[in-house]
Structure formats: structure tokens, C-alpha cells
């Protein structure tokens, strides 16, 4: 078990790519951390070089304090569990389990007590004696997680563990990992494109784009209190809704243009419209209302623009009503009481308690979302996923 | 109208010309058969006939009186010494090949892009007709004193074969996932064990298939072996075409040895087959 931690770290592949940029976090001991970020956003790079398997361009990366850039990954005793083709497919997944100790020369006595362990410990002491291509991917990759486990390494990497498993397993397996490190407390780092996972998982993790950390926090932090546009669209279930406000102007209640349609807008943001007279306004889905258009009057408090349905789809205990407003769409996740039928002229609204303000520029976070849900229009997020 | 079983669908049936193209199919691929196979047959069929009769007018088909005597007079004229030469040098060639050129397939398939230039150069090594060098070695294995060794011989078909060896291996090494040897390193294994444990037993197929292949070539490879020995190595196919030096072939004998040549090649094959074309096709999928 080790604490780690990260000082400006960059890393380029050849002379063209900079893949990660300037990262620098620390890892608590015992903590379960995430990356998370899109595809190319320098997470896996990270864990690479935290791991071992690559080398950093630039900066230094620390285990208990003490520097481990010249050590190879057995000397930092890491374990790993890849995304996919993990499992030496010419052994059984008793050998697989037991490579490692083998290399270390442990007593045979002692391997297949350790091995026997780690296999009650995940479930797959039936499994033993089966091969890679014998087993199902989920089976696969718990045998991967035991032969990462069995050797009680300093740090243990996850390499998108569970993206290649289907919807119910993975949700399994989200469960079980979280158990797992909590009962060990093995300092680990999951990689993961999902925020769902980032979100379940972890005690703290860090949102990374185009090689730049964006940033670090509690899943709650991130998700109430998102730095930048990026990360609040990134990090949620449903994707937040950006909506940009143009030709601001107070007549003497606040309105502007969205989508080319009039929007009244809440008061409160006055003190937020930029010099151009514009509004980077973010909802989540579940701080917009879908009403019939006409149903319900402008406020001085709500965000309030006219559109008509897309499409809205049943997610079982509630609607996601996507609407479209001129050439822009926003996604609304109501009760599922309502119906609307496609193309159905409706009327969006949010309280202003539900809104963030972006800086039209900088994408920066200007004003945080009084509340992140407004009772009583939309649901609390459900786990779907 | 008797109800269908629903686990037997009707089978369509085949329309004339369907049957028409079926039949030509077969007619062509039996055509060509006989004519590759015919030779291997009259080889085979000689091989069993006594001098005399191999001369009936009209020839006879199958032996009259079958005999073995081909074989164990060919044994001892040279076919003997031939294969016992044949094997020395295609199998020692081999596993030369295999010993240096695993690893260097190994770096061709990890540090250089594929379809590369140095991945051309070799493989063009191989491409070279054999005509070419074949006088330089001579002058060469004359001064060096290799000239009708074994040891000359085994570095030929080393030469002859590492290429396509390298290059086999290295398209072979390309299919496996780095994830396998990336696992090996965290769990700790140095270069001989990641080799050992996990890339042999990985890309044994196309070991396999390299080895056969460079055992193939070298088993018949006639013109280094030609030119570059005398009287001290005699491989097969030199002892095959010494037969036809001064008088005529003893053609029972010339059959039982030319069985004695092809016949391990074609139990080869016919049991390989699945695995060469595998590895032809290179595709890891499915294991």
C-alpha cells in the first residue's frame, strides 16, 4: 500500500503529441482514485506511466514519497488488470493467478494457498482449471482481478476493467470492486470513459481532456461543482444541457435569444451577462420541466423558452423528453406522467436554482447551480446504467 | 399438403444448371489431380518393380512381381547417406533459423512499422535467385575451407532461410496483443521468462510453421548443395541426381529413393495443413 503522487507530469509521443500535459495529483493511501476523461484525453497514459509500462517525458512520480521513475513495474509492485486479452490464454486460470508468485519463487505450498484464497475471495474457485477461452469475459477478467490481488501490490491499476462487459455484469462487478478495495484497502486507480463508473466507484477522481487535468474532487464535487463546461457535460448520467443565450437584454424583465427563440430569463442572472450581451447557460435534464406550450406563465425566477419535441423516450420511472428549439435541442427528464406526442409545441422551463453559468469565452464555471435537482420538476437521478 | 417439420426447413432444390456447374467443378478439379498425381504414381509404382520389368512391352501398371529390393539396394547406392546428410543439414539449418530469427522477428514486429523498408529488405534477401551468389560462395567456401562441409551447407541454407523465417515470425508476433506481454512485465517476469512463458507458447503456430517450411526448402534445396560439396556431403537430391551420371538410371532404385524424399514432406503437409494455412492467413482469433 502506497501513497502516490504525481508532479508535473507530461508525456509526448514522438515530437507531435502531447498527450499528457502538466498533470500533477495526489493519491491518498488506501484510496480508491479515478480517471476519467474521453478517449485520447491522457488518462491511460497516466496509468501507464504510473504503472511502469511507460516512461514520463518530464516530471517526477513519487510512492511514499520516494521517487519510482527509474523502477520497473515489479520493483514498484504493481498490479494491473487490462481492459482486454489480459489472461495468458495458454494457461489455466489457476496459472494465471499463480505466474506472478512463480516468478518470485514463492513455495508451492504457499502459491496454492494464496491462489486458493484470491479465488474464494472472487468467486471463481470453479473456474480454476478452465482456460481463457473457456470462460466468459466477465469470468475473465475476475480471474484478472485475482492475479492482479494474490501478490498484495502497492498500487493497483484498472485499466477500463469492466468496459467490455455487458450492462448487468458490469454493473455486478462495479459492486464487487468497490467491496473488495474497501475490504483490502489496496490504493488503487481505475481508468474509465464512463462516468457512471467514476461516479460508483471511487472516493475521489479526476476528470482529464486533451492531456489536461480538468479536475479533481469527490464524485458530489464534480457533479455539483464542475470547474468548466466540459467536465459538468461530461460527468452525470444524462449529459447537462448548454445553452448559449444570445442578445441579452432586460425590458424590463430579462430576455435574450435561444435558438433563435424568445427566452424570458430568471432575474437573478442579470449580474452574469457578458459585455456582449451573451449567457452560457447549463442545465442537467433534471433541472428542466416540460410543460404544453401556454400551460404555464413566464416567472421572474425561471428560465422559459417556447419549442416543440423532438422525441421522448420512457426510461420506466421517468420521461426523457428531448426538445428542440430552432436548431438546438435540450433533453428534460420528467415524471413519467406526462405524455407529448412528437413535434407537439411545448414550453422548457428551469428554475434559476437549477442553472449554471459558463463563461461564454473560457467555458469557465461562473456561477454554480444553487441546487443540482429542483423538487419537484424533475426526478433525482436514477442509476439506469 | 402434409404439414413441414419446423427443424427440417425444405431443401431447396438444386436447379440443372446448379448440378451442370457442380459437375464440371469436379471434372476440372479431378483433371488436374491426375495430372500432378500421375508422376507421384508412376514413382511410387516403380519403385516396387524389378529391373526387368520395368522395360514390359507393353508397360505393365502395377507390379508383377512386387519386390522391395529397390529399397535396400538404394539404401546402401547413396540414399542411405542421403537422407542421413539431408537430415543433418536441414534440421541443424533449422533450428539456426528459428534460434537467431525469433528474436530478430521479434524486434521487426515490436520496434518497426509493418510493411516497412527493413521488413522488405529481408524478405527480398529471399527473393534472390539462388544462380546468383552461388559462384561468389563457391570462391568463398574454397577459401574458408567450408567448400563440402556440413558446416558450409548449414550456413547456405541458414542464409537461404532466415528471411522468410524472420519475416513469418515477425507477421506472426504482430497478431499477439502487447496487452500479453504488458501483464508479464507487471507481473514481474525478466526478457527470458516473458520469452519463455509467454511468447513461445504464444506464437508456437508460427514457429512451427517457419520451421517446417525452412525444413521443406532445405530437404530439397539441389543447387547450393551442387555446387558447394563434393564428395564428402551428399545430400539427397544430389544423390538422386547422381544416378544420372553415367549409365542408365537404375529407375527402381531412382523411385525408391525419390519416395524416400518426397514421402516425409507429403505426411508433413497433409497433417499441417490446417496450421500452415492458419498461419498464411495469420489470424490468433478464436484461440
Known amino acids: 500500500m502506497a501513497s502516490v503522487t504525481l508532479a508535473n507530469i507530461n508525456k509526448w509521443y514522438g515530437h507531435t503529441v502531447h498527450a499528457v500535459r502538466d498533470v500533477s495529483l495526489t493519491i491518498e493511501d488506501g484510496e480508491f482514485f479515478g480517471l476519467l476523461g474521453p478517449s485520447g484525453s491522457g488518462k491511460t497514459s497516466v496509468l501507464r506511466m504510473l504503472a511502469g509500462l511507460e516512461s514520463a517525458t518530464s516530471g517526477s512520480i513519487l510512492f511514499d514519497g520516494v521517487p519510482v521513475e527509474d523502477k520497473s513495474p515489479q520493483e514498484r509492485n504493481i498490479a494491473m488488470v487490462f481492459e482486454q486479452n489480459a489472461l495468458y490464454p495458454h494457461m489455466t486460470a489457476r496459472q494465471n493467478i499463480s505466474y506472478p508468485l512463480k516468478i518470485r519463487g514463492l513455495s508451492k505450498a504457499n502459491i496454492d494457498a494464496k491462489v486458493a484464497e484470491v479465488a474464494g475471495m472472487l468467486n471463481i474457485a470453479h473456474l480454476i482449471d478452465r482456460r481463457a477461452s473457456q470462460m466468459s469475459g466477465g469470468q475473465q477478467q475476475r480471474v484478472a482481478i485475482a492475479r492482479a490481488l494474490v501478490r498484495d501490490p502497492n498500487l493497483l491499476c484498472l485499466d477500463e476493467p469492466i468496459a467490455h462487459l455487458d450492462t448487468l455484469l458490469r454493473a455486478r462487478l462495479r459492486g464487487e470492486l468497490k467491496r473488495l478495495q474497501r475490504s483490502l484497502g489496496t490504493t488503487s486507480v481505475i481508468v474509465t470513459h464512463d462516468p457512471i463508473e467514476a461516479m460508483t466507484m471511487t472516493d475521489r477522481l479526476a476528470v482529464m481532456r486533451d492531456g489536461i487535468l480538468q479536475q479533481v474532487g469527490t464524485a458530489d464535487e464534480i457533479h455539483s461543482r464542475p470547474v468548466n463546461a466540459f467536465v459538468a457535460q461530461f460527468f452525470g448520467l444524462h449529459s447537462i444541457n448548454l445553452m448559449s443565450i444570445e442578445g441579452v437584454v432586460e425590458l424590463p424583465r430579462l430576455m435574450g435569444r435561444f435558438g433563435g427563440e424568445t427566452t424570458h430569463l430568471p432575474t437573478a442572472l442579470r449580474p452574469n451577462v457578458s459585455s456582449d450581451a451573451k449567457l452560457l447557460l447549463g442545465c442537467r435534464p433534471s433541472g428542466l420541466d416540460v410543460r404544453r406550450a401556454g400551460e404555464a406563465k413566464p416567472s421572474a425566477d425561471m428560465l422559459q423558452v417556447r419549442g416543440k419535441v423532438y422525441v421522448s423516450e420512457q426510461l420506466g420511472d421517468s420521461l426523457l423528453v428531448t426538445v428542440q428549439i430552432g436548431p438546438d435541442t435540450v433533453q428534460a427528464l420528467i415524471p413519467n406522467d406526462r405524455k407529448f406526442g412528437i413535434d407537439e409545441p411545448v414550453d422548457v422551463l428551469a428554475d434559476e436554482a437549477a442553472l449554471y453559468v459558463f463563461d461564454p469565452k473560457t467555458q469557465g464555471t461562473v456561477r454554480f447551480a444553487p441546487r443540482t435537482i429542483s423538487p419537484g420538476l424533475g426526478n433525482p437521478p436514477a442509476v439506469y446504467a | ?287
Open chain 2, 1 to 287: 399438403m402434409s404439414p413441414i417439420p419446423a427443424s427440417h426447413p425444405p431443401a431447396d432444390r438444386a436447379s440443372f444448371g446448379e448440378i451442370l456447374r457442380e459437375v464440371l467443378k469436379h471434372v476440372v478439379m479431378v483433371a488436374l489431380l491426375l495430372l500432378f498425381l500421375c508422376p507421384l504414381l508412376w514413382l511410387l509404382l516403380t519403385a516396387f518393380k524389378p529391373y526387368a520389368e520395368l522395360f514390359n512391352s507393353p508397360p505393365s501398371v502395377l507390379p508383377v512381381n512386387g519386390t522391395l529390393a529397390n529399397f535396400t539396394e538404394g539404401w546402401t547406392v547413396g540414399g542411405g547417406k542421403g537422407i542421413g546428410d539431408s537430415l543433418i543439414v536441414a534440421s541443424l539449418s533449422t533450428a539456426i533459423c528459428l534460434v537467431l530469427g525469433f528474436p530478430a522477428a521479434y524486434a521487426l514486429a515490436r520496434r518497426f512499422p509493418p510493411h516497412g523498408q527493413l521488413s522488405f529488405t529481408i524478405l527480398s534477401l529471399r527473393m534472390m535467385p539462388p544462380i546468383v551468389p552461388v559462384i561468389g560462395f563457391y570462391l568463398l567456401f574454397q577459401e574458408l575451407s567450408l567448400f563440402d562441409t556440413y558446416t558450409g551447407l548449414i550456413i547456405i541454407y541458414t542464409f537461404m532461410n532466415l528471411p522468410l523465417v524472420i519475416w513469418l515470425l515477425s507477421e506472426f508476433i504482430r497478431q499477439i496483443p502487447k496487452s500479453y506481454e504488458e501483464a508479464a512485465r507487471i507481473d514481474g517476469a525478466p526478457w527470458y521468462r516473458l520469452f519463455w512463458d509467454v511468447l513461445l507458447p504464444l506464437s508456437a503456430p508460427g514457429v512451427l510453421t517457419a520451421g517446417i517450411l525452412s525444413m521443406i526448402f532445405a530437404w530439397n534445396e539441389f543447387l547450393f548443395a551442387l555446387v558447394l560439396t563434393g564428395e564428402n556431403v551428399i545430400t539427397l537430391p544430389k544423390a538422386l541426381a547422381s544416378f544420372f551420371l553415367f549409365q542408365q538410371p537404375n529407375w527402381g532404385q531412382l523411385g525408391a529413393i525419390g519416395i524416400a524424399a518426397v514421402g516425409p514432406l507429403l505426411i508433413i503437409s497433409y497433417y499441417m495443413q490446417r496450421s500452415l494455412i492458419r498461419s498464411f492467413s495469420i489470424e490468433l482469433g478464436g484461440r
